[in-house]
């Protein structure tokens, strides 16, 4: 048959209705055709048609319409099964297994990139080598780096940070004694004297805190405690006690913890108090009225307002500050308003 007899064949309406017949019914012949003799000679097309697909007129048959099936309440169905039936064709199947493995791909590339995403404390903490003053050996402590995204900040000068919070790394601890210390006195230098009241206390009991990397709330509140204890057995120093407490204030806030954060704030502000009246400032950094202000934002945020109105009094009462310290002032005058406020409500 040549390409223009074949053209002309599948015109034929009889032929398309065949072929129709053959796709509906999966690729099968919708009649069977008989032996043709390989060398039979045929007089027209439509004589071989006839030959070939002796029924090929055979009548169409009618679809019958649906019958009515009433509703009924259906059980709880389980979850559906995306795969494809059994019965489903090739092609069907293929479909399913590809969106099948095209969603495996998917989560594996999920669980792959999350397999290499860097936990907050891998990302902004970094390990570092300090000699310990207590004990003399070299030590590994945990530091934060300084890049760190700020969300917002309190009236006593808690920032919240995006994804990560700082202050659970502030006291640093010797593995090898236990000592522990923020920053400035873990690297200062230490009297021969309190050294070896040290040294002797951690001989007798052993408060080593086991080396991590990665910190959570109570193993930072834990080591607040025990700077805030060797404070006590050491230097004394009410206003770097007042400032650790404060900064364990800001974990618990950060954390949630209500209750323990109201605890140490009023230890914060008592040692604050005691510390303004007689001890040399700066200390850790902090000036004589930044302590003030820090005061009465303590009393303030514990909702111990008259108690605040007398420490900001210091502070507004400080003709020098205006000009030495203007943001400062701001500060104490918003929080002055602020207090007004919540007295007349
Ligand atoms: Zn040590």
């Not at 990397?213 to 206003?239: H, P, V």
């Amino acid at each position: 048959m040549t390409k223009d007899e074949f053209l002309q064949f599948l015109r034929d309406p009889d032929v398309c209705k065949e072929i129709f017949e053959i796709v509906k019914k999966g690729g099968k012949p919708a009649v069977v055709a008989p032996q043709v003799q390989p060398q039979q000679k045929f007089s027209s097309i439509a004589d071989k048609l006839k030959t070939v697909y002796p029924n090929a007129n055979a009548p169409q048959i009618q679809p019958q319409p649906a019958p009515q099936i009433q509703p009924t309440p259906q059980p709880a169905q389980p979850p559906k099964n995306n795969a494809p039936k059994g019965s489903g064709s090739l092609a069907d199947k293929l479909k399913f297994l590809r969106g099948h493995l095209d969603k495996v791909r998917e989560e594996e590339q999920i669980a792959a990139a999350k397999a290499q995403e860097k936990s907050p404390a891998e990302k902004y903490t970094v390990i570092s080598n300090r000699r310990c003053p207590i004990c003399e050996k070299d030590t590994r402590v945990v530091k934060t780096k300084s890049r760190i995204n700020v969300e917002k900040r309190d009236l006593d000068y808690c920032i919240h940070y995006k994804d990560f919070d700082p202050y659970l790394y502030t006291v640093l601890t010797c593995e090898h004694c236990g000592f522990a210390a923020e920053e400035k006195k873990f690297s200062g230098a230490w009297p021969n004297k309190l050294k070896e009241t040290l040294r002797e206390f951690l001989k007798q009991n052993d408060m080593k805190f086991p080396f991590v990397e990665e910190r959570n709330a109570e193993d930072a509140l834990s080591l607040f405690e025990l700077a805030i204890l060797f404070s006590e057995m050491t230097d004394q120093s009410k206003g770097r006690q007042a400032i650790l407490n404060l900064n364990a204030a800001w974990v618990c806030r950060c954390e949630g913890f209500a209750d323990r954060e109201r605890d140490f704030m009023e230890q914060a502000a008592v040692d604050f108090e005691v510390a303004l009246e007689n001890e040399r400032w700066p200390i850790n950094g902090i000036s004589d009225d930044m302590a003030t202000y820090l005061c009465a934002a303590i009393y303030f945020l514990i909702n111990e307002y008259d108690k605040s109105t007398t420490w900001l009094g210091r502070i507004m009462n400080n003709a020098n500050l205006r000009a030495t310290a203007p943001k400062l002032f701001e500060q104490a005058r918003d929080m002055w308003q602020d207090i007004k406020r919540a007295n007349k409500a």
